[in-house]
């Protein structure tokens, strides 16, 4: 029977004791032509396993990928062929399952462009703000006006970014807005001088240099 050997882990294990493959060999009693192709291949006998991690001072199941050790554990279970065709189906459909609601719960830098009028004149910026992980992310704006954004994992995660005015007295909410997308475009707030409010999503900046 072979075992699937963490190749990474050897050549790692071999270079921290400064040893060529021939080292290595010599040390583990099997031949260049052998240590080569386990490095090269990853796979070997339990005995070339057992004199490289003799060699290389480490537990012999350590040396194995993680792949090995699951089937070396399934084997130990006794279960019936079929069974652990079904078993490694699973394992399959699961990390796939995992690897997919990373993706889509991964979110790069969001844009959000600011235009604000008021009686001391026109206060414009873009943000591209990174969705915060667990908490509350605070963007103070301009003369009591304020960005507070909140991102809620899940198999379509959502969005929530809530615009504040704060005065001496109060603070009052005059804008929320939730989100529910895999990749949330950029959006724009515009403000007048009445304190009436535009919300633009998706929105897509306007380059005048291009457009000539």
Known sequence: MEYMINTKLLKQLRKQ?????EELAAASSLSH???????SLGNCSLESKRALAAALEIETNKLESQESRWR????QLKLPQHSNLIVYFLLAKLITSISIFSIRNYQKGIEYSFVIKDKYGVYTNTLNIK???????????HNGYSLEVDYIFGVTPRLKSQLY???????????SSNRIYSDFP???????SQGNIIFTSPFVSKNIENST
Do not use: D, F
């Open 17 to 21: 004791k400064n040893w060529s493959q």
């Open 33 to 39: 032509r052998t240590v080569q192709r386990i490095e």
């Open 72 to 75: 070396s554990e399934l084997q």
């Open 131 to 141: 969705p915060p992980l667990g908490s509350t992310k605070v963007i103070e704006l």
């Open 165 to 175: 005015l704060t005065n001496s007295k109060n603070k009052t909410l005059v804008h």
């Open 186 to 192: 950029a959006v724009k707030y515009e403000i007048n």
